[in-house]
């Protein structure tokens, strides 16, 4: 035991994450030579995440040492020696005529969200990252900040990104006479994306998933504590969506810390919990403040605490460990530093109530619990310190097929469970688990795309979709009907298929780091279970309309590994 309070845990477990990174930091670089896969932007864009994801965490970090008028001289050095990094860094990254330049914003281009960051970082820590560049390099920034103007934006989160960039501009002296319009439209066109509750549905990407806290509230809460002051009752607005939403979002977060792996993503981990800390800091979430640190260092802490890191002690892609298979096509190796946002809570200050007040239990320790969201079509559970969503709206668009279907199409996610990927690419191939699915004669597998929640009642929730696809104009019209109680969930499915197809419902896939499990077959009523060494468990039980159980296995390496949380 130890007597470090929490507020030196966070800031521990920031330097922590730092340190490895320091050690990649070269002179007359502009990039992080991070092992991993790369993106399918290009290796600009890459490069450029690889300086920026990490610039924010070191912002974070360098903020709160700056802050301290007590550091102790190692941290001084630590801090003086990744400033000065990324001071040289911005210089030769934006000089057209080096060869580290990371070249201009483009349409549609990743750097565009790359530059955001960046500019919300150079605001957070203004006097470690901006104020001691010179001025003929403060100019340089903000010409490469300025080729943003004019370009295509993907109509998402992503409009959040031209607000930041512009709006650093006018506070630097560099904006444009057009820029204020700019950001207003951009704003204007982010707000029509609130669905009502502090729920937003992610543009193009038709989602309601754990961007509403990655994106929207850490956009909005960053935009409304650097320039609300611009905007008064906007920044109320936002404030105001980010109380109503951290009171569904504290029911997202198990007793261990976990939260449900929903959506795409989700390899960025801590960053979910960043609207606590950023409510906190901007007075607007009701919740004790003890229970908002609770929700950010359990979160925290639990990830810290797995093999979330590859060989050079960066973070690495997956979840709960090293598994690279899970990251979207545009994930590079700096990708999963986008987690770096879970530590905006080190913008409070040490003696706030966040930092000194008891702690308070999260919803998910009290006790189980049902909480009804009805804008996002969501119902979700608390069961024995784990919690689990009902998806009953989230849609798979065909923006988001590519990004793997499984990651919102399945009837439930729940924390400790986890969920498998499919064997191949959609949209003919669809991971069975926890699902309905529709296999066609000719072999392909199809799950649900576009879903409207019918019902949501504290008892049962109802939706209604489609397996199926446009090609060959597959077409299996469900209805589907939910209830639970306590680790069970009962479903009914009205099916109405146009072509012949095998329905398959698919139960929790158990986890395991060994292939070691008891399994139960009851013939009479159809039981089937499996139970792994640490006594946890899944079953399915079918009751009317199935006319058979199987087993979906990985019991040894002959199979590619598919499952979110272990081998």
């Known amino acids: 035991m130890t007597d470090t309070t929490p507020y030196q845990t966070c800031l521990g477990y920031a330097r922590r994450l730092l340190e490895p990174l320091a050690a990649l930091m070269q002179p007359g670089r502009a990039d992080l030579p991070i092992i991993g896969p790369a993106s399918d932007h ?35 050095a630590f801090r003086d020696r990744i400033a000065a990094w990324f001071h040289q860094g911005l210089a030769l990254g934006t000089d057209p005529a080096h060869p580290q330049y990371w070249g201009p914003d483009a349409n549609y281009h990743q750097h565009h969200v790359e530059m955001g960051l960046m500019a919300i970082a150079l605001q957070f820590a203004r006097e470690s990252l901006w104020e001691p560049l010179a001025p003929v390099i403060k100019d340089q920034v903000a010409a490469w900040f300025g080729t943003c103007r004019g370009g295509g934006i993907v109509n998402n989160n992503h409009l959040f990104m031209s607000v930041h960039i512009l709006e650093f501009l006018r506070t630097i002296g560099h904006e444009h006479r057009t820029d204020a319009t700019v950001i207003e439209h951009h704003l204007d066109q982010l707000e029509t994306m609130h669905r009502g509750g502090g729920w937003f549905e992610d543009g193009i990407n038709q989602a309601y998933d754990h961007y509403n806290a990655y994106a929207f509230h850490f956009y909005g809460l960053c935009w409304a504590r650097l320039h609300g002051h611009r905007d008064p009752a906007r920044a109320e607005r936002w404030r105001g969506w980010a109380r109503l939403f951290i009171d569904d979002y504290q029911h997202f977060f198990a007793a261990s810390g976990e939260h449900p792996a929903f959506g795409r993503s989700i390899m960025y981990r801590f960053n979910a919990v960043n609207v606590f800390g950023l409510g906190a800091a901007e007075g607007c979430s009701d919740l ?113 097929l590519r990004y793997g279907a499984w990651k919102w199409s399945k009837t439930a996610y729940r924390t400790g469970t986890g969920f498998t990927l499919s064997e191949g690419p959609p949209p003919t191939d669809w991971s069975f688990d926890a699902a309905l699915t529709a296999t066609l004669d000719d072999g392909r597998v199809f799950g649900r795309h576009s879903t409207v929640c019918v019902e949501i009642e504290d008892d049962h929730i109802g939706y209604a979709y489609n397996l199926g696809w446009k090609v060959g104009q597959v077409n299996t019209g469900v209805e589907t009907f939910v209830w639970w109680r306590r680790g069970w969930l009962l479903l009914v499915h009205h099916v109405h298929p146009r072509q012949p197809v095998i329905l398959r419902q698919g139960g929790y896939a158990l986890p395991a780091a060994e292939p070691r499990f008891e399994t139960v077959e009851d013939a009479a009523s159809g039981l089937i279970g499996a139970f792994a060494e640490d006594g946890r468990g899944t079953a399915l039980q079918p009751l009317l309309g199935f006319e058979t159980t199987e087993w979906d296995e990985r019991l040894d390496a002959s199979k590619k590994r598919r499952h979110l949380h272990a081998p």
Not at 55 to 61: Q, S, Y
């Open 42 to 76: 290009d290796a600009q864009a890459d490069r450029l995440e690889s300086f920026a994801r990490p610039m924010l965490l070191a912002a974070f970090w360098l903020q709160a040492i700056d802050r301290d008028g007590n550091v102790s001289a190692e941290n001084r």
């Open 288 to 400: 004790p403040p003890g229970r908002l640190r609770r929700l950010c260092l359990n979160n925290i802490t639990f990830f810290l605490n797995r093999p979330i890191t590859q060989e050079q002690g960066c973070l690495a892609f997956g979840w709960l460990d090293h598994f690279e298979d899970l990251a979207e096509a545009y994930s590079c190796a700096a990708s999963p530093y986008w987690a770096a946002k879970g530590f905006a809570l080190l913008l409070i200050p040490p003696d706030q109530p966040f930092w000194t007040a008891p702690d308070t239990p999260v919803p998910a320790e009290e006790g189980d619990f049902v909480r009804k969201m009805p804008v996002p079509g969501m119902i979700v559970r608390g069961v024995g310190g784990e919690v689990e969503i009902l998806n009953g709206s989230s849609m798979v668009g065909n923006t988001q």
